[in-house]
């Protein structure tokens, strides 16, 4: 009967001049679909992947945690992009597909870092930056020739990035809207909890910035959000682009190191110069600062809380939000970590905050560590997702590390703090109050109240 269907999708292709209706998809990770159902970033490996695919195909993008229907019926090829989290969901949908008889393709992390496991769900899996290898899928699957596994020899060149298809996304009522544009690959960092450099490559790749600034202005959004993992990644770069945005009068948001967003204080003005309305910035850990295991303090170019603090200060005093991102369960912490970690971003007026458990990727040296170490409690994937504990702690017992990350977040985003963190976030109120209440109810609607009101003393 498979034979059958794809003898008949393989008829019609040669009938409508050999065009494809391929879908590609974005899976939940089902436990926070209601949450972030309408209002997430749309996972912009679909628009690029759209981009690179021949004009004769036709292109659906369902983003299951955008809200989008992920089964549809007549369609020729499926890829799925995927993330560990996200995995269990994602083979879910390939059964469905290939009991259908229809061609499953995926790429992302989880697919690039466990090949084997993939491949025992799909038909092929693309290894890393899929920008080189997509055209060939496709093609090989037009024509019945699909290999395995597809992996690019080298990475990608930078120059033959495209504008994103945003024109394929349906965008929702409730969902902010904003432009999507990544400027930049790579990381120089190797954190042992981070696979960024082992799939992007070592060091910083460029965009040329006129290509930027053409999908910027082609969009026609007031809002721009880099997904580049250091938009100060180059600061000759970084000036570059930050003169090329004043023009265009928006309003921008990106990730950034805060060693390289305070290194040259007139770069950081001219961030704000240009639109820079908020920073997300890994401040990672206030207690593993001198442990070179993870590489926190090479990224944050700094041992010293107090070195850091002034760090935080000169963002916020250039009117640029501060978005922190925070990991429990590193060796060194313990029970009085929750509250010391709490109480210094307090002090420090941290705009707001989101807290992560620390997760074992696999591909990462974190995992292989703890799996040699036999840490691991176990290798269900949909709870490696940064909310659930996975790993046995050191200084604490797994339950107490899932509801001390769950308290710092219900105690910096309560209404008295996020009052009193305003006195340094005055320039941009309106961002900071609707961050901060959209923080603090997804908090309560992921996690709740939180068993507990006080940590150790």
Not at 34 to 55: D, M, Q, R, V, W
Not at 379 to 387: T, V
Request: include cysteine.
């Amino acid at each position: 009967m498979h034979k059958n269907r794809e003898y008949f999708a393989f008829s019609r292709r040669i009938l409508y001049n050999h065009m494809m209706k391929i879908l590609l998809i974005s899976p939940s990770s089902n436990e926070f679909l209601n949450h972030s159902k309408g209002k997430s970033t749309i996972c912009t490996a679909l628009p690029l992947l759209a981009a690179y695919t021949p004009p004769e195909h036709q292109i659906i993008i369902a983003d299951q945690n955008y809200g989008d229907e992920v089964y549809l019926d007549d369609v020729d090829l499926v890829g799925i992009s995927a993330m560990t989290p996200q995995i269990h969901t994602a083979y879910k949908i390939a059964a469905h597909y290939k009991q259908k008889g229809i061609k499953v393709v995926m790429g992302g992390i989880h697919a690039s870092m466990l090949p084997d496991e993939a491949l025992q769900h799909v038909d092929a899996i693309c290894i890393g930056e899929g920008d080189a290898v997509w055209v060939d899928m496709i093609n090989d699957a037009q024509n019945n020739r699909l290999k395995k596994i597809y992996k690019a020899t080298e990475l990608f060149d930078m120059a033959k990035i495209p504008a994103l298809r945003n024109d394929l996304i349906k965008r929702k009522r409730t969902t902010f809207g904003h432009t999507i544009v990544q400027a930049t690959r790579g990381c120089p960092f190797s954190c042992e909890f981070c696979i960024t450099s082992t799939l992007f490559g070592n060091k910083y790749r460029f965009r040329p910035i006129e290509n930027v600034i053409d999908e910027i202005k082609k969009e026609g959004n007031k809002i721009t959000v880099f997904i580049d993992d250091n938009i100060f990644g180059n600061l000759e770069y970084s000036e570059k682009l930050f003169k090329a945005l004043i023009p265009l009068k928006i309003k921008w948001a990106g990730q950034a190191s805060l060693n390289l967003a305070t290194k040259d204080p007139s770069l950081l003005k001219l961030a704000r110069k240009s639109g820079c309305i908020g920073l997300f910035v890994g401040l990672e850990s206030i207690s593993n600062l001198t442990e070179e295991t993870h590489g926190i303090s090479k990224k944050l170019g700094s041992t010293s809380l107090d070195d850091m603090s002034k760090k935080i200060k000169m963002i916020l005093s250039n009117g640029i939000i501060v978005q922190s991102s925070m990991i429990f369960g590193l060796d060194n912490d313990d029970l009085y970590t929750f509250e010391k970690s709490v109480n210094y971003l307090k002090t420090n007026d941290v705009s707001f905050s989101s807290f992560c458990i620390l997760t074992p990727y696999p591909g990462t040296k974190l995992y292989e560590r703890f799996k040699k170490e036999g840490r691991l409690l176990h290798e269900d994937w949909s709870q490696y997702n940064n909310q659930h504990v996975v790993f046995k702690p050191i200084n604490m017992t797994p339950m107490q590390l899932k509801e001390g990350s769950d308290w710092a977040g219900n105690k910096l985003h309560t209404l008295i703090s996020i009052i009193k963190r305003l006195r340094s976030n005055w320039r941009m109120p309106i961002y900071y109050w609707v961050m901060n209440l959209y923080t603090r109810a997804s908090n309560h609607r992921n996690h709740g109240p939180g068993h507990i009101t006080y940590m150790a003393r």
